[in-house]
């Protein structure tokens, strides 16, 4: 199975911050990769897929990047509403797998 | 619009089998895989495995093979998921994920407590 490793774990930063989230692929998934924000009690919600396409409804603020092993998911400037846990995916192969979480917290 | 409402909590004994519906609308049933996900508490996302609601081809994740079969029924647009031999550390709640963009998942259902306890 292919692992994903995120990094850091937890994030502390500001309302207004740029942050960067890091996901790398013990093998290459190409550009089969998503991110996913996940509120506590709630569903993950799928922000970026195909690496770096914004998904509908999605805010302009959140972007991705990458290919292959290394990829990063960037919040130009974070809102009150993004601090939350945000999940890496790949789905190049038939068994998909996340990353371990990146929790984003208040500073 | 597109939603994915599963079944209810559940409780269960070590050995136990549990039985999860995940029934879909606003879509057309058949054109899109069904992928189910678990998170333990206080834990990170774990992908079970995915199911083609077209033709019920599935893909499970390596540890759980022989325990987990994924099913659908498209007269009733539901996909099911059963997880046989219960142990503790599979209390968890877990959720049903209808795929967009070949794999990525864009909607979910409400997911479904269960908690393995003698």
Request: overall charge positive; some cysteine.
């Amino acid at each position: 199975d292919i692992h994903m490793t995120q990094s850091p774990s937890t994030l502390s930063a500001s309302v207004g911050d740029r942050v960067t989230i890091t996901c790398r692929a013990s093998q290459s998934v190409s550009s089969w990769l998503a991110w996913y924000q996940q509120k506590p009690g709630k569903a993950p919600k799928l922000l970026i897929y195909k690496a770096s396409s914004l998904e509908s409804g999605a805010p302009s603020r959140f972007s991705g990047s990458g290919s292959g092993t290394e990829f990063t998911l960037t919040i130009s400037s974070l809102q009150p509403d993004d601090f939350a846990t945000y999940y890496c995916q790949q789905y190049n192969s038939y068994s998909y797998t996340f990353g371990q979480g990146t929790k984003l917290e208040i500073k | 619009q597109v939603q994915l409402v599963q079944s209810g909590a559940e409780v269960k004994k070590p050995g136990a089998s549990v039985k999860v519906s995940c029934k879909a609308s606003g879509y057309t049933f058949t054109s899109y895989g069904i992928s189910w996900v678990r998170q333990a508490p206080g834990q990170g996302l774990e992908w079970m495995g995915w199911i083609s609601a077209y033709n019920g081809n599935t893909n499970y994740a390596q540890k759980l093979q022989g325990r987990v079969t994924m099913t659908t029924d498209t007269s009733t647009s539901t996909a099911y998921m059963e997880l046989r031999s219960l142990r503790s550390d599979d209390t968890a709640v877990y959720y049903c994920a209808r795929e967009v963009y070949s794999g990525s998942m864009g909607y979910w259902g409400q997911g479904t407590l269960v908690t393995v306890s003698s």
